[in-house]
């Protein structure tokens, strides 16, 4: 298979030995450990549309931390593109990728419509219908300056959804007891058990590895997997896997998504002490040494 032509070279005019293109008063925002996102219009929430998005914010912000101008982004579950328009935003090429045809087809055509809306930008944002495990077949090694992503929720949304997090009277909308499945393709990684889910996620983790500049970062947005009454520390079992394929683990930041989380109902009480996992999620940060 051809490798596709995407540029990948800075085109600010930082030094080499600098990460991104920040000013010292922006460094020092990002420093804190807690981070906080708004939703704003461009942003897709329909659950119809896709059952789990991230807001455009959350990878601006990890494209600004870690990026500079010109360079290349990569997104292995690109879903609704949210990443590649925070990099065209931004001017950072980028790539993404999805098993979901209609998912792939949304994403370029939210990207045609920046094109004509901001034209004469020299970079490129393209979303890819394939398996991630297909990557390395499309860009060369050492290319990628960061790869971002918020992952399937393993088998979190394969069941019927009961709004047990919201209050009692508000329970009963248009998607209760209904599954908000991203596809029923046994290759969808949202329809693994645990287990079978951080081995699928590590070899395709391990065929990214190489084509990560060295240092280059990789984020990894995610949340605990809740069920049957018992808590699996996805977070945790994701660290130990990046660390024996190579990835150094240099940062987890906490999203408080409390600021998105409204009319939430009693969860576990009076007798089971549940915290919400709505109100927060995981942000790994790796790199490639």
């Known amino acids: 298979m051809q490798k596709i032509e995407i540029g990948y070279i800075k085109t600010c005019s930082c030094p080499d030995n600098r990460i991104n293109c920040l000013t010292p008063k ?4 990002a420093q804190v450990a807690i981070w906080e996102f708004y939703y704003e219009a461009r ?4 659950k119809d549309v896709h ?4 807001p455009i914010a959350l990878p601006r912000k990890c494209i600004e931390l870690f990026t500079h101008k010109g ?3 990569l997104d292995p579950f690109v879903g609704v593109g949210t990443t590649l328009v925070a990099a065209r935003d931004l001017g950072r090429n980028a ?15 939210r ?7 901001l034209p004469g930008e020299d970079t490129k944002q393209v979303a890819i219908c394939d398996d991630a495990i297909n990557i390395p077949q499309y860009l060369n090694e050492e290319t990628v300056s960061l790869c971002v992503t918020s992952p399937p929720y393993a088998n979190m949304l394969n069941h019927e959804r009961l709004n047990k997090s919201f209050r009692g009277d508000l329970r009963i909308n248009k998607h209760y007891r209904k599954i908000q499945q991203y596809s029923d393709n046994p290759r969808d990684l949202g329809t ?7 081995k699928a996620l590590a070899e395709i983790y391990k065929g990214i590895f190489p084509l990560l500049k060295r240092r280059a970062h990789c984020v990894i947005n995610i949340n605990d997997l809740w069920e049957n009454n018992h808590r699996y520390p996805t977070h945790c079992y994701i660290i130990e896997a990046m660390e024996k394929i190579g990835y150094e683990l240099r940062n987890i930041i906490i999203w408080d998504r409390r600021n998105l989380v409204n009319k939430v109902g009693i969860f576990g009480y009076p007798n089971n002490y549940i ?14 040494p």
């Open 26 to 29: 922006e460094w020092i925002k």
């Open 43 to 46: 942003d897709i929430r329909d």
């Open 51 to 54: 059952p789990a998005v991230f």
């Open 71 to 73: 360079e290349l982004v």
């Open 95 to 109: 790539v993404g990728f999805d098993l979901n045809s209609d998912y792939v087809k949304l994403s370029n055509e």
């Open 111 to 117: 990207i045609a419509q920046l094109q004509l809306a």
């Open 192 to 198: 693994m058990k645990i287990e079978e889910y951080i």
């Open 275 to 288: 915290t919400l996992s709505t109100t927060f999620e995981y942000i790994l940060d790796f790199w490639r």
